[in-house]
């Protein structure tokens, strides 16, 4: 259970990401959106490679490594995504952009079971389908 701390701070930490990007990107004296995801994540990765120093994780051998290429990948997805999630939350109001977004979880679930032969049971079904209704509730104006 040592993830779920982890996973809470994740939560509450994140969950502060889109009101203080719209707020920083929208109104009379606003940032660029991509201005906007390039100082964050510029922090992001000062924090980071902060991070990996202190463990002293040689990072740079896993450039090398066999599964970089699917590390790769999902840089080049995140960036996508950071990018036009900022977008949209400088173009509509967090209340629906957020939970659209976070169909990612969803979608990452689906993904999960159909291709990482991750297990399907009714349990899923129902957050999945629970999970795309609640979406659908909030971001319906």
Do not use: Q
């Amino acid at each position: 259970m040592s993830y779920l701390p982890w996973a809470i701070l994740a939560l509450l930490a994140y969950s502060l990401v889109p009101p203080l990007m719209s707020v920083a990107t929208t109104g009379s004296v606003r940032m660029p959106s991509n201005v906007a995801a390039l100082f964050a994540n510029t922090i992001l990765v000062i924090g980071t490679v902060l991070i990996v120093v202190y463990n002293r994780s040689e990072a740079l051998t896993y450039v090398s490594h066999p599964t970089f290429k699917y590390v790769a990948l999902a840089g080049i997805f995140l960036t996508v995504g950071i990018l036009a999630y900022y977008r949209s939350l400088s173009l509509g109001p967090v209340s629906v952009v957020s939970p659209i977004f976070g169909m990612f979880l969803v979608l990452s679930s689906v993904i999960g079971i159909a291709f990482l032969d991750e297990s399907l049971t009714a349990r899923k079904v129902a957050g999945i389908g629970l999970g795309i209704v609640a979406v659908y509730l909030v971001s319906v104006e």
